[in-house]
């Protein structure tokens, strides 16, 4: 078991407890009545490698962290899953690692809970792995699509974003068209929306059963209606990468422009964490209050109790 470095980094805001909108029964959690005192309120999680994405199991009482470990689309088979004790911080970084024991992952990004499976998005795939051990549990191809982005679920199926781009010159994005929002059940893909006014989708959460996007390449919020875009919102600044939403309609969102995560709460927006490079794919842990912040090589853990 390998150990993160912690560093002191409190941001503060009011907000309840919202319960995971992943599917997480039956498994045991990691908790043990002799574990170390938690670290501080406010931590940073560091020896990452290009982190995208953390998501909470609560019943194992984990994070994961998806990361890429090069470029944004490449085709290397280099990345790897971080597993991290939320008590304690403890960390297996590369507990599920492209290479060993079967596993091909190239660029991991979204992630998402359904049933004992963990769905990682990757440059050519939806990947799937045993949420409690790591095995590879297989592949589902999205035929066409070309960047795979974010992923969530509602307890029964998996959604799926392609922010259509693709590798421009030098380190710069091109867009393919591809825009799009899948959904897999029963390891079967669908295209459930798509088209350029979706405006490179990329995180997607689900809120009262129903499913939310925010696009990169605007600065708004939307809700998914047979496949159509409605109930826009608009953020202050552009290129948008997390959404989380809490009980009370609370909104999180990462924004790449604003570098920041914007607060919106009573139709009011707010900055909570700022001067933050290219803030990814954000998660929240629910027994904690705390928002998680992949950025740079490292995950920002902000209080927002």
């Not at 940073?44 to 470990?69: A, C, M, R, T, W």
């Amino acid at each position: 078991m390998k150990y993160v470095m912690i560093i002191m980094v409190v941001f503060a805001a009011c907000q309840k407890e919202t319960p995971t909108n992943e599917t997480t029964k039956g498994l045991p959690s990691t908790q043990t009545t002799s574990a170390p005192a938690p670290p501080p309120a406010g931590a940073i999680i560091g020896n990452l490698k290009h982190p995208e994405s953390v998501l909470y199991d609560p019943e194992q009482d984990v994070y994961f962290i998806s990361n890429i470990n090069g470029a944004e689309l490449g085709m290397d088979n280099n990345g790897f899953i971080s597993r991290v004790n939320a008590q304690t911080l403890a960390a297996d970084l590369t507990w599920i690692e492209a290479g060993k024991n079967g596993v091909h992952l190239d660029c991991p990004k979204g992630m998402a809970i359904l049933g004992d499976s963990l769905y990682v998005s990757d440059a050519s795939a939806v990947r799937k792995f045993d949420r409690r051990t790591g095995a590879p549990q297989g592949a589902i191809e999205l035929p066409g699509a070309s960047f795979i982005n974010d992923a969530t679920s509602d307890g029964h199926s998996v959604f799926i974003s392609d922010t259509g781009v693709a590798a421009g010159p030098g380190e710069s994005l091109r867009p393919t068209g591809t825009d799009a929002i899948w959904k897999i059940t029963n390891d079967r893909a669908e295209k459930i929306a798509s088209g350029k006014d979706l405006d490179e989708p990329n995180g997607v959460d689900i809120f009262n059963g129903q499913l939310w996007v925010v696009s990169f390449g605007s600065n708004e919020i939307y809700r998914l209606d047979g496949g159509k875009k409605t109930d826009v919102i608009t953020t202050p600044k552009r290129q948008l990468d997390g959404l989380v939403h809490l009980n009370d309609g609370t909104i999180f969102v990462s924004s790449w422009e604003g570098q920041c995560v914007y607060q919106r709460t009573n139709g009011a927006w707010k900055e909570l964490a700022g001067a933050i490079l290219a803030p990814a794919d954000i998660g929240y842990d629910s027994k904690r209050h705390r928002l998680l912040i992949p950025t740079d090589n490292e995950v920002v853990i902000a209080n927002v109790k």
